[in-house]
């Protein structure tokens, strides 16, 4: 998708006003696309009059609507009826949902970045030292390999089958009818092209109770009449199969969709002339077929507890980016993991991981990593595993760009495909009417249009200096459940040097495995006698220490805000973590530091 932006103004700021029901939420998903045109009918009147609807939430949980403009200093403010509000001192701002271009990315990874922000990306290339990637608002987005935690799956789906029709694949059978055709593709090199009367059947290994279904779509002529179906079986032996079948009607002017069940919301929409994206999303009782997003059926079928069993694409049209995905079980996310993912395996050193949906773990070298497999070699041996059997892929680490940036630091929440968002955290560089221009310390600076945006969160206005984002082990023993099970030692020591001095300074750290008072008696009063702790040091002396933002050790991140004394800085400083040992046993407790940052607050 891209940027749908309104009209330019000489009015620089963003009017934000309560629309009541505007706001997107994942319960809304199966309606959003067919609401779509009540909800662009209201932003369409909001734009109109250059104003743009949301509210801003304040730090007692009430809201209020607000204009949002940059003030003379180059901070974001927030203008209410009664009272300007720098941004800083709000939880958040939150904006509506803006109708957006669809993006018709078949295959979507999750990227993880080493800084924690994270995005829904479709790969576009890759040389030794970055992956190309674009998103559903940027077509080019080069990543330092460096500054890549994780590249796995998209965090809702588990992929079944994926066919980009590059080469012949094994998904339809054999002798499939059809070739490919290239030149004319979305993405990738080549399209099918299916003429009249060919169609080409996939049946999945075994029935999907849940799942999704989505194929980019464009007839060969703007009169044809092309169709796909898909065939769901029952868990009752008598019960016929169900068929739903998407074709144009007869003037191929509008589409339509068979279904047999009951629709609780139809929409109508044009067939499409050129390329446009079909997905179809169920459960074993409901059904809701979208096309770019906007809804044309949903409702239930008409027997329980259905799984699919088979798709079929029909000429005369082109195809391309078919996927095949099962629904993965929601769950609440853990403490520290905002989007519900395990965390991925760390490589051992000089290495990369490819971890395989089995829970399979491979060590090797990356030797290419593209849309449809990733090529690792280990030992001798080179082997292509395609993404369908891949849970999640690690590259080598390295130490990448650490960034020393000042200046307003926010987080923004992101519109991508569906249900998915993407989440960066940058320095805000300008902001106008259409656009915020976001300074990313992995990106480089982003321009945004204003429809992408869903919130917007200031965490600091000031210098943040990122000291070290690779994961390090204190201690003794050799802990292989440690992303990194090599210790390295009693002492992780960095330095720092701030360019004015601050009003306030913190130390921002994650951590894992760090014990603390609630893991038991012995525990709690070895911490309380000044042993086994990890002690925070600021030039030499000690002036906190870590355990006691802990209840208990857990393998889940945490981020842990540690205040520094601001009369104990230097021109240039140094700031130590270190393990105090156990006097009766001589160990030590083991812990995992995986980001450690510097804030200070001008």
Known sequence: MQACCPPASDDASWAIVVVVGAFYDESMHQHWTGASAWLVGVVGLVTSALVWAGEATLPDGSTVAVTLTIGPDGRLLAQGKAKVWAVRDLACVRLPLQRVRPWRAGLIHFLELTNGDGLNVQITDHDERALTVSTAWAARLRV?????????????????????????????????????????????????????????????????????????????????????????????????????????????????????????LTGQVPAPADWSRLEVEWDHANLTVSLDELVLWSGRLDAPERSLRAVRLTGPARYDEFILSAARPREPPKSGDPLGLSEPPWPRPGTAVVQLVSGELLFGTLKSVGRASVRLQVGQTEQAWPWSKIAAVVPMQSAGTLSQERGEWVAVGLQSAGRLRDRLTGCVAGLDQQRLKLAHPVLGELEIGRAWLTELRTILVGERIELDLLPRHLGKQFRPRFRNPEPDGLVLRRGFRLTQPPATVRL????????????????????????????????????????????????????????????????????????????RTLQVADCEILELLVEAQF
């Open 144 to 264: 330092p390999w460096a500054n890549v935690r994780a590249l796995r799956q998209r965090p809702d789906c588990q992929l079944l089958a994926a066919d980009e029709f590059a080469t012949e694949s094994n998904l339809w059978g054999n002798a499939p009818a059809g070739q490919r055709e290239p030149g004319h593709s979305t993405i990738g090199p080549a399209c099918l092209r299916l003429a009249q009367q060919q169609s080409r059947t996939h049946t999945p290994d075994a029935p999907i109770a849940a799942g999704t279904f989505g194929v980019n779509v464009a007839p060969l002529d703007r009169q044809d009449r092309w169709a796909v179906e898909l065939e769901w079986t029952a868990k009752q032996a008598d019960t016929p199969p169900a068929r739903a079948r998407i074709e144009p009607d007869e003037q191929a002017k509008w589409l339509r969709v068979d279904v047999p069940g009951k629709a609780d």
């Open 508 to 583: 921002v750290v994650g951590v894992a495995h760090l014990p603390g008072r609630n893991d038991g008696p012995a525990i709690r009063q070895a911490l309380e006698q000044g042993s086994l702790r990890t002690e925070v040091l600021l030039n030499g002396q000690v002036i906190d220490y870590l355990n006691r933002y802990v209840d208990r050790a857990s393998p889940t991140p945490t981020r842990l805000t540690v205040p520094l004394p601001v009369a104990k800085l230097q021109e240039n400083n140094t700031l130590e973590l270190r393990q105090r040992l156990d006097p």
